[in-house]
């Protein structure tokens, strides 16, 4: 086969971590048995990334981003639009826009008694957002706001009207059991001045609203946190930016239940595609994120062609370093962008991207990037959930001829979510080994975090991420090869309890199994599928059996400290991407 190679990005969120004593000093990437991350670490390239600079604690926004090729020290006008975009509110130049939670409020002493009023507010927050949506402004006539819900316990909250800018600080506190802030101006124009005004004026009007609701007096009166208050924070303009394609010479899409990431793609045309059932939480359905981008990129789901419709003139952002760290805005006098610096049009709720033609030579598919992000891990880190971000096996294993069971030998009851993660990756690489050897068109995968979230901590560290990236045809001969791959089953994956995480005892023991594993690999130690399970754990998929690019064979923090590509930044990523896959960015 010839011609360009097909890219699908998997970004874990919240991958990256730290050793933790009760794993006997290990990281949960080191306790969790993940063969599938392994076989792609073993098949290419490894090294750590740190996806805007060393030593910076980045948010989500920030890192993609950069990992995108968009340096945010330069681009970065907040992440509110990112989020009110992706739940689908349009945004003209001129609005200003809000990530937000919805957060449960000491009305008596204004203290924030909890940030997140309710993860699991799927049911309750499009009614609240209804409530709020349209509301009036006492004061500020000529001003709007739309909300919408987003997902868990947040929401998209636009303001338009004149004389806004995004330079206005949060009424978030970031921490529990804080007073509520007052929004006040981040710079001395008297723009800023109005604005933080007006969104002061937005914050009250929410909680009128939300205090005399129905759902918080239904929630008061069983005992449940109140949603009695919208932490506006992130303010942002939509940035001005030319598109993904334009910049890297790939059709992109992009599957990403997490509102803010579909938001920021949207910033970069890039198509959001929708996974039946997938829903950014504990309860996603994994199997439908694979089954859908590996479609987008073989050939089942052909990129949309919708007319161009003229876009309002913008104003590009200034071009120079704001210097500091990955949030800061940019710092240069905004200049007129034209045709030629291929800026986006303005979106519109449910739009996609910019007219393509379906189909490439070589292949039945029309996407050429495929970016898959998975919210989970990170959500287990901030809940600090130690077993379930790292997990045991559910005493059920792939081989050469199947499912099979592993006996009493097993170490938990319940699969836990970096093995979900696994376990998704698995049909991913078999979805494309089957399209690869049918001849539609070849594949890579490239396996990365966007930040750090160590379960010690319960938030984002700067501590760098695991990277590899690899061929899918060299990652199913580190599995074995065909016979192995053709049977990964297909179809939903079950999902853990969290609220019954095995105990410390069973994973550490997991962990004593993996070490063997992994000296296994490295000393080069043939797969026997009649190998004790007393010393190699129940499991019964192989480790690395072929080793190319450098000799790492492991996927986790320690490992990949010895791979090839060193440490690097983020911004490396795509060059790195490109050359692999044989694409050039235009001239």
Not at 175 to 186: A, E, W, Y
Not at 295 to 311: I, Q, S
Not at 520 to 547: K, S, T, Y
Request: net charge negative.
């Amino acid at each position: 086969m010839t011609g360009k190679v097909r890219v699908l990005f998997l970004l874990v969120d919240g991958i990256g971590d730290v050793s933790v004593p009760e794993f006997g000093d290990r990281t949960p990437l080191e306790v969790a048995h993940v063969p599938h991350l392994d076989a792609i670490a073993a098949a290419g390239l490894t090294g750590l990334m740190d996806p805007v600079e060393p030593g910076l604690a980045c948010g989500s926004d920030t890192a993609h981003m950069s990992l995108f090729g968009y340096d945010p020290r330069i681009h970065y006008r907040g992440r509110g639009a990112f989020e009110s975009m992706g739940a689908g509110i349009p945004m003209a130049p001129g609005d200003i826009a809000f990530k937000c939670n919805f957060a449960t409020l000491d009305s008596a002493s204004g203290i924030v008694v909890s940030r997140r009023a309710d993860r699991h507010f799927e049911h309750v927050g499009p009614v609240l957002c209804a409530a709020l949506d349209g509301l009036p402004l006492p004061g500020y006539p000529q001003h709007s706001v739309s909300v919408k819900y987003a997902t868990e316990h947040r929401c998209g909250v636009v303001v338009r009207g004149p004389g806004l800018t995004d330079a206005v600080g949060d009424t978030d506190p970031l921490k529990d059991k804080l007073p509520l802030k007052r929004s006040v101006p981040t710079d001395d124009t008297a723009e800023a001045q109005f604005t933080s005004g007006l969104v002061n004026a937005v914050s009250d009007a929410f909680r009128a609203v939300l205090e005399t609701h129905p759902v918080n007096q239904r929630r008061a009166a069983e005992g449940q946190q109140v949603a009695n208050v919208v932490l506006l924070r992130g303010c942002g303009s939509r940035i001005r930016v030319p598109s993904f394609q334009q910049r890297h010479g790939m059709r992109p899409c992009l599957v990403a239940p997490t509102k803010i990431i579909a938001g920021l793609g949207m910033s970069f045309d890039m198509d959001v595609l929708d996974a039946p059932g997938a829903t950014g939480s504990y309860d996603s359905m994994f199997h439908a994120k694979a089954e859908t981008i590996c479609d987008a990129l073989t050939g089942g789901n052909r990129p949309p062609a919708p007319p161009m419709k003229a876009a309002p003139p913008l104003q590009q952002q200034g071009q120079g370093e704001s210097g500091g760290g990955g949030d800061g805005k940019a710092a240069e006098p905004a200049v007129e962008a034209t045709e030629d610096e291929g800026a986006n049009p303005a979106w519109e709720p449910g739009r996609r991207g910019p007219a393509m033609e379906a189909g490439v030579a070589g292949s039945s598919g029309g996407y050429e990037f495929g970016f898959v992000h998975v919210k989970a891990v990170d959500d287990t880190g901030h809940d600090r959930m130690l077993q379930n971000k790292a997990g045991g096996g559910q005493g059920q294993a792939w081989s050469g001829a199947g499912l099979v069971l592993t006996g009493s030998l097993q170490i938990t009851g319940w699969v836990r979510f970096l093995e979900v993660v696994d376990r998704m990756v698995a049909q991913m690489l078999r979805r494309l080994w089957q399209a690869e050897a049918a001849g539609r068109g070849r594949y890579l995968v490239v396996l990365a975090g966007d930040h750090s979230t160590p379960v010690v901590f319960g938030d984002h560290s700067n501590e760098p991420v695991p990277f590899a990236i690899a061929s899918v045809r060299h990652a199913v001969e580190a599995l074995g090869g065909p016979a192995y791959i053709e049977n990964v089953p297909l179809g939903p994956i079950p999902l853990p309890d969290i609220k019954n995480p095995p105990p410390f005892t069973e994973l550490r023991k997991q962990a004593a199994f993996k070490d063997a594993r992994r000296k296994a690999a490295w000393a080069g130690r043939p797969w026997d599928p009649a190998m004790p399970a007393e010393l190699f754990g129940p499991w019964r998929e192989p480790w690395p059996q072929a080793v190319r690019g450098d000799p790492v064979r492991s996927y986790d923090e320690v490992s990949v400290a010895r791979g090839a590509l060193g440490r690097f930044p983020g911004s490396q990523v795509m060059g790195l991407v490109k050359q692999f896959a044989g694409f050039a960015a235009p001239a």
